[in-house]
T-cell receptor, first 114, second 115 residues
């Protein structure tokens, strides 16, 4: 199993550009989530999904969209990139929700918005 | 929503000494408390977790304690080694309904082990 795979690893955008961060897992996990990590602020939940077709907002959802058409994939879309979205983004998955099983993190995507 | 506070933000200890990191949470409904270790440039990885029906859990040099009344939990690392140097995050899971648990993280503690 590859686990949780994120692409790209690095990305530089200009303000106003859009892009999609990809996340895929091959563990048949129901629960997937996106976090952003900023210095001194820990990991903050952006959006999460408890299964295909079901998504919900986390702590910092503004400026991001998600969809979950399959169990395996959970892409994160930046609609119009802003410098405030410069961050490291982590995707994570678990079998049955955060309180039931371990969350497995991807390697992260380092995004810079100029 | 849930709020998790973590202290200290940085911690330096001599190799072989113990390290303690403390977290408090606000939502009394939280029932799952994991600890993650993140090495420089790497992804967070679970090192130990505890559920609300348990007061203490130990795994070799690492232990976690939970005080539900006071709403705080702590990570204890004994006989520290250089490879323990990393950023450690605590987290709490607040369940709104089955399948809708959200994991709230603390702001992290940078632990440095001094040889």
């Amino acid at each position: 199993n590859a686990g949780v795979t994120q692409t790209p690893k690095f990305q530089v955008l200009k303000t106003g550009q859009s892009m999609t961060l990809q996340c895929a897992q091959d563990m048949n996990h129901e629960y997937m989530s996106w976090y952003r990590q900023d210095p001194g602020m820990g990991l903050r939940l952006i959006h999460y999904s408890v299964g295909a077709g079901i998504t919900d907002q986390g702590e910092v959802p503004n400026g991001y969209n998600v969809s979950r058409s399959t169990t395996e994939d959970f892409p994160l879309r930046l609609l119009s990139a802003a410098p405030s979205q410069t961050s490291v983004y982590f995707c994570a998955s678990s079998y049955g929700g955060t309180s039931l099983n371990i969350q497995y993190f991807g390697a992260g995507t380092r995004l810079s918005v100029l | 929503g849930e709020n998790v506070e973590q202290h200290p933000s940085t911690l330096s200890v001599q190799e072989g000494d113990s390290a303690v990191i403390k977290c408090t949470y606000s939502d009394s409904a939280s029932n799952y408390f994991p600890w993650y270790k993140q090495e420089l440039g790497k992804r967070p990885q679970l090192i130990i977790d505890i559920r609300s029906n348990v007061g203490e859990k130990k795994d070799q040099r690492i232990a976690v304690t939970l005080n539900k009344t006071a709403k705080h939990f702590s990570l204890h690392i004994t006989e520290t080694q250089p490879e323990d140097s990393a950023v450690y995050f605590c987290a709490a899971s607040s369940s709104f309904s089955f399948g809708n648990e959200k994991l709230t993280f603390g702001t992290g503690t940078r632990l440095t082990i001094i040889p």
